[in-house]
T-cell receptor, first 113, second 114 residues
Framework: AQSVTQLDSQVPVFEEAPVELRCNYS??????LFWYVQYPNQGLQLLLK??????LVKGINGFEAEFNKSQTSFHLRKPSVHISDTAEYFC???????????FGQGTRLTINP | DTAVSQTPKYLVTQMGNDKSIKCEQN?????MYWYKQDSKKFLKIMFS???????INETVPNRFSPKSPDKAHLNLHINSLELGDSAVYFC?????????????FGAGSRLTVL
């Protein structure tokens, strides 16, 4: 079975600073990888996904992530964050052909002015 | 027009009561889900239906019973509520049920059991 580990439960950064949210997964077969964002008191929405092809994936709101198969990682990055990026970020993995999406524990991104 | 809508948004009830949460999606998706988010924000799948057929049933107590009257609706009924059932319950939908499909989530239903 697949599993996902988000290495940081909370990440505080200053506005306009770069940020990286770390995600590692465990699977013996090929996977699909996702980042979802949850703004306060809202449901989750897709930020970006990796299905195949280029390992650098660009998403909404200036976020990007890089799939690294050898390190089984899918870290999320943004070069310059804004106050509006304050949210909970979830990494998720699904086995190819499988029915279940498994989420990591979430990383709370807090932007300080 | 909300894509995935859940009602009620908030639910406060006593232990031992029975309650239901309703979910509707207007995206034309074939697959619908219930996820539970606990107080530590951990998200865990509970059930998944594809075209009204149950395809995922995680190790959830049988006090929880999902019902899908049609592929646009997935309701969750909970009997004999316990304190540990307090959580935010998210409904979601996707076009298909294989791994590459993107989920669209509702805004959540916060259940508090006293």
């Amino acid at each position: 079975a697949q599993s996902v580990t988000q290495l940081d439960s909370q990440v505080p950064v200053f506005e306009e600073a770069p940020v990286e949210l770390r995600c590692n997964y465990s699977s013996s077969v090929s996977v699909y990888l996702f980042w979802y964002v949850q703004y306060p008191n809202q449901g989750l929405q897709l930020l970006l996904k990796y299905l195949s092809g280029s390992t650098l994936v660009k998403g909404i709101n200036g976020f990007e992530a890089e799939f690294n198969k050898s390190q089984t990682s899918f870290h999320l990055r943004k070069p310059s964050v804004h106050i509006s990026d304050t949210a909970e970020y979830f990494c998720a993995v699904s086995l190819q052909g499988a029915q279940k999406l498994v989420f990591g524990q979430g990383t709370r991104l807090t932007i300080n002015p | 027009d909300t894509a995935v809508s859940q009602t009620p948004k908030y639910l406060v009830t006593q232990m031992g009561n029975d309650k239901s949460i309703k979910c509707e999606q207007n995206l034309g998706h074939d697959t619908m889900y219930w996820y539970k988010q606990d107080s530590k924000k951990f998200l865990k799948i509970m059930f998944s239906y594809n075209n009204k057929e149950l395809i995922i049933n995680e190790t959830v107590p049988n006090r929880f019973s999902p019902k899908s009257p049609d592929k646009a609706h997935l309701n969750l009924h909970i009997n004999s509520l316990e304190l540990g059932d307090s959580a935010v319950y998210f409904c979601a939908s996707s076009q298909g049920f294989r791994g590459a499909n993107v989920l669209t989530f509702g805004a959540g239903s916060r259940l508090t059991v006293l």
